[in-house]
């Protein structure tokens, strides 16, 4: 069996206690399931979604969800902007695991996470991992309206730089 981690806000606690991780996220095809990552040697590579998932709008304190699935269990495995792969659970662990640098890795396991397979519910350290995508410090980030939408903070600041700039 797989361990993976998933990272939720902590109002859903009881309801993942209860009835387990719903489908409700979709992948790059339009399939309802589970973005997760398997645990890893590193706290921060394991829980590096989080400081995104924050900036993408979820401003409440966030836990993670460890779960296990079985090893033959087919997933998808990639990098979050790139094509993912079918794979079984334990490759795709295995995968991530033997990258030089995992970040910006996913899994996506196309259904609903039981609550007999929820292993344990547990705080998370809320600053850790990227922001943006990984290795974006002392990049200038993207002005356009799908990357800094109007109204977001800082985001003015991030537009009138990019003028001057010529971008």
């Known amino acids: 069996m797989t ?3 998933h990272l ?22 339009g399939l309802p399931g589970v973005f997760c990552l398997p645990i890893l040697p590193s706290y921060q590579l394991t829980h590096q979604w989080a400081r995104e998932l924050k900036r993408g ?9 460890d779960f ?16 993912h792969e079918r794979l079984p659970s334990a490759e795709a662990a295995a995968l ?3 990258c030089e640098d995992p970040r910006g890795y996913e899994v996506f396991i196309p259904r609903a ?22 290795n974006a410090h002392g990049r200038f980030p993207c002005p ?18 990019a003028e001057v700039r010529g971008y």
């Open 3 to 5: 361990l993976f981690v």
């Open 8 to 29: 939720t806000a902590a109002k859903k606690v009881r309801s993942v206690r209860r009835a387990g991780i719903r489908a409700r996220s979709r992948n790059h095809d």
């Open 57 to 65: 709008g979820r401003r409440t304190v966030m836990v993670a969800v």
């Open 68 to 83: 296990r699935v079985p090893d033959d269990e087919p997933v998808f495995v990639g990098y979050f902007s790139g094509g």
């Open 96 to 98: 991530i695991a033997g």
């Open 113 to 134: 996470i039981t609550a007999k397979e929820v292993h344990r519910v547990r705080g998370v350290n809320q600053v850790t991992g990227w922001r943006y995508m990984p």
């Open 144 to 161: 356009c309206p799908g990357c800094v939408p109007r109204g977001q903070y800082g985001g003015a600041k991030i537009r009138q730089a």
